[in-house]
Each structure stands twice: as structure tokens, then as C-alpha cells.
């Protein structure tokens, strides 16, 4: 049986790194999933462009290994965001993708967030100031616009159901996910039983 997958989704300096750190000291039975394209970058040394198909590659075959994968992960950034930047980047003419290999990349994205993905965890902008961290882009513009693309993949993908929205401070965002973890975990442990 896969293990449980939740994903933090949102644009630059939305709280994602900072939410995730805080899940992962309450739920020690979950791996983390640092973000794909920095894990990427740092590892392999791939050029950090969202619209490039070697990255977009690896970060889907990283993607589909940790959604098939046994153990319990929470994922900063998947198939949703990373989706969501690559048409962000499309529409401007900057992603090098082919259309075969954009549709390969979007259809098994879809079924990847749809499939294997069992939460999604969705932070707005304008809650906190954006803190430039040496790699995150702070553009206004770019982050109100990555913004509206994950909202039309959520509508596109079918996600709705899987999607919550936590708002407030780390505390409050954290107690307002454990309700729904917390019955995830129960239903994947009731389903164990059975």
C-alpha cells in the first residue's frame, strides 16, 4: 500500500518551507520532500528554470517515485506547482518543451496530484512579507500570476476535494491541517485493519 502524500502548494514566499518544517516535529512517521527543483539543482547542478524540460523532467520522475513510494511524505512543492509554472512560463514564450513532451509532463502530473496525492495543502500570498532568501523570486507580478495558475490547475486537475486552506499564523495553520492529517491517517489505518 503507498504511504500517505500531502503537498504543500503555493507561489514564491507563501510559507510553504516554514509550514512544512512545523508538520514534520508533529507528524515524525512522515518523510520529508524538500522542493524538487532546488534538491535538483543542488544535487545535480540543473539550471534552475522552471520552463526547461531537463529539470521539469527529473522533478517528474522524482515526483512519481515519492507518489508510488511506501512511506509517508510530506512534499514541499509537487505535480500541481510544478505544473502551474511550467504553463506560467509557456504563456511567455520561456519553456523549451516540445508540445509531446509538455502534454507527457502535464498528463502525468494530473495523475499523479489526482492518484497519489492525498492532500494538498494550499498557501495564499499576502499573509506574510516575502523574505528574499537568495534563490525566490519576490516579483509581485510573478507570484500573483504563478498564484492564478495553480488556481486553474486545482479547477482543471479536479482537485478541489483534496485541497485545504490554511490561514494565520504557523499555530493556527498547523492546527488547522492536523484535523485534516489526522483523519487521513485514521482512514488509511482503519483501511490496514481491514
Partial sequence: MKGIK?????AAGVGKTTLLNALASEYPQFK????SVRYIKNKYGIDFKSGDTDIQMAVLA???KYGNNPDNYLLDRSSTNSQAYINYYKKRGECNMTPAVYHFIYDEGKKNAQENIDLIIYLKPGEFPI????????DPNYIKDTDEEMES?????NLESKVIRPKGSVVERVNFCKKYIDAIIDERAHKTLM
Wanted: charged share 30%; net charge negative; no cysteine.
Fill in 32 to 35: 520529508i520532500q524538500t522542493e
Fill in 131 to 138: 523574505v528574499e532568501d537568495g534563490t525566490r523570486i519576490t
Fill in 6 to 10: 500531502i503537498e504543500l502548494l503555493g
Fill in 153 to 157: 490547475l486545482i479547477k482543471e486537475w
Fill in 62 to 64: 522524482l515526483q512519481l
